[in-house]
């Protein structure tokens, strides 16, 4: 036995080897005491994973078997890393290195590299942004914040898969990569002239740190062999997020010996778009044929209900969709059964949310147990809202609050620049609203593949949502009252919060747990988000679903709306992944389950008829639809020689005046005029989108064109 080893037995003394097994379950007791070997951990959520392989790593230390000094546990987070070290130390393994994969590469390439290639190991970079704008503009391409923050993602993630520039524009279609703002093409160019930078600047990314680490071993046997000597006895946490550089790197510290452990949950596999790869855990026992294989089942954090419903989840994937999942088993006592509801919008959703909370809050539980949980930062506007009417405080967990992000605060400047400027008209707020914002680059249909580019979208168009909200309880408002109530949203969230109820996207919650959870905006669209279109891609967001419904450990409530806003049409049900719990719409003409219980429609909601197609008859839900005066698939009967003449009038106009084409009439209210031709200004104000003020202003010239 090693000194190092002496000194922790001297330091435990008084406590047995066995003394530490008590505590743990059978399944548990199985992980402490594989302390040989390949060992591989199936460990279902709320399981007590990190419990398990600390208590291994310590009683491998108190039985001598190892030497603290030359383990190596490696996990994702510091977070998680600082908890291993501060378990291990209560259990009196002192001296074991916990770490993240950066964090252990790092150390050694800082070390190592002098004594290779003489001289320290370059500076690592703080942000990519500074180096990636600099190679944007190298390439002719324009960014913005948003745009470098999705090159940065896809760089990030073409290193940690061994993706080189010149093979990122094929890799990355294949691998389902797509951004809105960039083609591969582009891209591929943009992270070449990004290497080229950073050796002409002499710099490397944290990336380039597992690289370098990587390097090192493979090139050079005195470094391998050096950090083979010190490292003996390897752990890894959330093993089904090692991407393939980390796994190399993993391959390399190892040398071909079998002494590691790896943990993980291929259920909670949810970060494949970062370059996980969940096939090094799944496969693990076949790589490693005398592997242990153990999985822990037993459910400490949810209750049997609420457990019920996340191996139902994982059940309807299939044996084939998911290889390795563990059926979980609730050590709890009975709890509450989950709830599901679906309301007629989002607005109502919130607001019905918003009014459970009060009542838990009431009956005393703690705000800081409750959590809301949406698939998109997007969704956070409405819910933060409801809590801030009713003086909830709430947290935002790893987004900004949506009066902060960027793209509102410009959007909300861009209206006040009209409202200064009183080229804002009062008559149809959302044309307004939508009409300044496209001149700014936001259009009605949203981009395609993801990004901050389909963030900022979404964004926007829940600022166009609230709009419409606004302009529909207050008939007589105008652009004034509008900009008033978007500052008082703002002020009112605003204020400093020392505790509340947590708001964050299915990806923020994972590893945190709560004892009330609502799962909202849990319909098909969103969840699954539409851009996931291969079946993998549509597994993930299961996983990602069950990843919300293990995050409860009391109370599970999932809801959804069946339309975005009040007063649209009802076309939308639940996610499919509430299929195997019997959950099904209770939209007209579908069957409506007694586990279904709908919301009570939103007070003050508009019963103002919805108007009808003038060609075939059907209701008109889109503003663009609306203004046309049919359905925008329907046949028009559009004048082209008068539409030309009203554009040239407009653009006159706007250069007279000194305001965007679109503030006057968007083109989709000239082409309604241009197909219904009014003959004098009662006609022209039967036009959708067409109030008396800008009748009062342009009403003569238009009908004169009209009539000419």
């Not at 050079?220 to 003996?232: F, K, M, W």
């Not at 510290?253 to 079998?258: A, C, P, S, T």
């Not at 329907?634 to 006159?652: F, I, N, V």
Request: charged fraction near 25%.
């Amino acid at each position: 036995m090693s000194q190092s080893v002496s000194n922790i037995t001297q330091a435990v003394a008084g406590r047995s080897a066995d003394e530490l097994l008590e505590a743990l379950d059978p399944e548990q007791r199985a992980v402490a005491t594989a302390l040989h070997g390949p060992v591989v951990v199936m460990a279902g959520a709320g399981t007590g994973k990190t419990r398990a392989i600390t208590h291994r790593i310590a009683y491998g230390v108190r039985t001598g078997t190892y030497d603290p000094a030359r383990v190596l546990a490696v996990t994702f987070t510091q977070r998680a890393a600082g908890e291993m070290r501060g378990r291990l130390a209560q259990l009196g393994a002192n001296g074991v290195q916990a770490r993240t994969f950066h964090s252990a590469a790092l150390r050694q390439a800082r070390w190592f590299w002098p004594k290779v290639f003489g001289g320290e190991l370059p500076p690592i970079i703080d942000r990519k942004f500074p180096l990636l704008t600099e190679a944007a503009n190298r390439c002719r391409v324009r960014v913005d914040t948003p745009a470098l923050r999705d090159l940065a993602g896809e760089v990030e993630w073409a290193k940690v898969s061994n993706v080189r520039p010149d093979d990122y524009a094929k890799i990355a279609p294949q691998s389902g990569r797509a951004l809105a703002a960039f083609d591969p093409a582009t891209i591929a160019r943009v992270f070449a002239a990004y290497e080229d930078v950073k050796i002409e600047r002499g710099r490397i990314d944290l990336e380039d740190v597992l690289l370098c680490a990587v390097a090192l071993l493979a090139e050079d046997e005195r470094v391998a062999a050096e950090i083979r000597r010190q490292y003996r006895t390897f752990v890894v946490d959330e093993y089904q997020d090692v991407s393939p550089l980390q796994q190399s790197l993993l391959d390399l510290w190892l040398g071909g010996r079998e002494d590691v452990c790896v943990v993980g949950d291929p259920a909670q596999t949810i970060y494949s778009w970062a370059g996980a790869d969940p096939e090094n855990l799944v496969r693990f026992a076949q790589r490693h044929p005398s592997a242990a294989v153990i999985k822990l089942v037993r459910d400490y954090r949810s209750t049997p209900q609420i457990v019920d419903v996340a191996n139902k989840v994982l059940d309807a994937a299939g044996p084939s969709g998911l290889p390795g999942r563990v059926t979980l088993r609730s050590q709890r006592d009975a709890g509450p059964t989950p709830t599901y509801r679906e309301y007629p919008d989002e607005v109502a959703e919130a607001d019905a949310v918003a009014r459970a909370i009060s009542r838990l809050q009431d009956s005393g539980t703690a705000l800081r147990d409750i959590a809301i949980l949406f698939r998109t930062n997007a969704q956070s506007e409405n819910f933060e809202q409801a809590l801030a009417e009713r003086k909830i405080p709430a947290v935002l967990k790893g987004a900004e609050r949506f009066f902060e992000r960027a793209e509102i605060r410009q959007a909300a400047m861009l209206l006040r620049g009209q409202a200064k400027a009183g080229s804002a008209a009062d008559d149809d707020l959302v044309e307004t609203v939508t009409g300044i914002l496209g001149g700014a680059g936001w259009t009605v249909d949203p981009p395609e593949g993801k990004g901050a580019v389909r963030d900022r979208w979404e964004s926007l168009a829940a600022l166009v949502t609230m709009t419409s909200d606004f302009a529909k309880a207050h008939p007589e408002a105008g652009f004034a009252d509008l900009m008033a109530e978007l500052d008082r949203r703002a002020s009112i969230q605003h204020a400093p919060l020392a505790e509340g109820v947590t708001l964050a996207t299915l990806h923020a919650a994972k590893g945190l747990e709560w004892g009330c959870v609502f799962i909202v905006g849990a319909h098909e669209g969103t969840l699954p988000i539409s851009y996931a279109q291969t079946p993998a891609q549509v597994e993930e967001e299961r996983r990602l679903f069950y990843v919300g419904v293990t995050r409860a450990k009391d109370q599970l409530s999932v809801s959804w709306s069946t339309s975005r806003s009040p007063g649209g049409r009802g076309q939308r049900g639940p996610t499919r992944f509430l299929d195997p719990i019997g959950v099904r719409s209770s939209r007209a003409g579908e069957r409506e389950p007694s586990s279904v219980r709908a919301g009570a429609p939103r007070a003050g909601r508009s019963d103002k008829p919805i108007p009808k197609c003038r060609v075939c008859g059907r209701g008109l839900l889109e503003a663009a639809a609306r203004k046309l005066g049919r359905c925008e698939d329907c046949p028009g009967s559009m004048d082209q020689k008068l539409y030309d003449a009203l554009l040239e009038w407009r653009a006159e106009r706007a250069a007279e005046e000194g305001m965007p084409a679109f503030v006057i009439f968007t083109d989709a209210t000239l082409i309604a005029i241009a197909e219904t031709r009014p003959t004098d200004e009662r006609e022209l104000l039967r036009i959708p989108g067409i109030g008396r003020t800008k009748v009062s202003k342009y009403g003569e010239p238009v009908v004169n064109i009209c009539t000419r």
